[in-house]
C-alpha cells in the first residue's frame, strides 16, 4: 500500500505565503509524475502543478508566477510554495501521485487527504 500524507495548510493573511508537503509512504520503486490539485467549495477541482519524475513541471494559469512545486526524491516528497496568497487561493489542496510499486512494478494512483488552505484577513 501506498499513503501520502499532506501538511502545511492552514490560515494565511492576504498576501502570505505558505508551503505545502506531501510524503508518500509504502512499497514505492518511483514517483512517475505529481500534482498539487484544489478544490474550492462549489468549484470544481483543479490543477495548481505538477512535476514530472523527469522534473518537468506545469502550473495552473491561476497560480503561475506565485507558485512552485519542487521535490526531495530522498524523501518521497514533494512540496508546493505559494506566494502572494489572495482569498480566491481558499480550497482544500490535494496531492496525487503516480506510482510504480516496489516488487510488481505495477502503477498506482493515489490521492492524499486533502489540506485546507484559508486565506482571510
Known amino acids: 500500500q501506498v499513503q501520502l500524507v499532506e501538511s502545511g495548510g492552514g490560515v494565511v493573511q492576504p498576501g502570505g505565503s505558505l508551503t505545502l508537503s506531501c510524503a508518500a509512504s509504502?512499497?514505492?520503486?518511483?514517483?512517475?509524475?505529481m500534482g498539487w490539485y484544489r478544490q474550492a467549495p462549489g468549484k470544481e477541482r483543479e490543477l495548481v502543478a505538477a512535476?514530472?519524475?523527469?522534473?518537468?513541471?506545469n502550473y495552473g494559469d491561476s497560480v503561475k508566477g506565485r507558485a512552485t512545486i519542487s521535490r526531495d526524491n530522498a524523501k518521497n516528497t514533494r512540496y508546493l510554495q505559494m506566494n502572494r496568497l489572495q482569498p480566491d487561493d481558499t480550497a482544500v489542496y490535494y496531492c496525487?501521485?503516480?506510482?510504480?510499486?516496489?516488487?510488481?512494478?505495477?502503477?498506482?494512483?493515489?490521492w492524499g487527504q486533502g489540506t485546507l488552505v484559508t486565506v482571510s484577513s
Open positions: 496525487k501521485m503516480d506510482v510504480s510499486l516496489a516488487i510488481t512494478h505495477r502503477d498506482l494512483e493515489v
Open positions: 509504502g512499497s514505492i520503486f518511483s514517483i512517475n509524475a
Open positions: 512535476i514530472t519524475r523527469r522534473g518537468s513541471t
